[in-house]
C-alpha cells in the first residue's frame, strides 16, 4: 500500500528530474559551420574577430549576431536568428547576412 509519505517521496523528485532533463533535451543545438550547409555558405564564425575580411570583405569592425536585424537574445552569450532556424548562434558571431538592427 502505497502512503501519501511515500508517493510524495517517489513523485515530486521524478517529476524535478523530467522538467529540468527535458528543458535541456529542448535546447537547440550550437550553431556551426560543419552542422548547417546555411552557415557554411554563408561563412557563420562562432566569434567575429576570426571573419576571413579578404574573403567578406563586407564585413565591418564591430558587426556582429548581437546588432544584427536577424538575431533575438536568448541571453548575454547566444540568440537565435531568422536565417538558422533551429540553431543557437553566438551574440558575437557573425555570418555575410548580418544587417543592420533598425
Given at each position: 500500500?502505497?502512503t501519501r509519505r511515500?508517493?510524495?517521496f517517489q513523485v ?43 574573403k567578406y570583405a ?45
Amino acid at each position: 500500500m502505497t502512503t501519501r509519505r511515500t508517493f510524495l517521496f517517489q513523485v515530486v523528485p521524478a517529476v524535478a528530474a523530467v522538467t529540468v532533463l527535458g528543458n535541456a533535451a529542448l535546447a537547440e543545438p550550437k550553431l556551426s559551420a560543419d552542422n548547417n550547409p546555411a552557415a557554411k555558405a554563408l561563412g557563420y564564425v562562432p566569434d567575429a574577430s576570426r571573419v576571413d575580411k579578404q574573403k567578406y570583405a563586407k564585413y565591418q569592425d564591430g558587426q556582429k549576431c548581437a546588432t544584427c536585424t536577424n538575431y533575438t537574445a536568448i541571453n548575454e552569450q547566444s540568440g537565435t536568428c531568422t536565417m538558422y532556424k533551429g540553431f543557437e548562434v553566438e551574440s558575437g558571431g557573425w555570418c555575410n547576412a548580418w544587417a543592420v538592427k533598425a
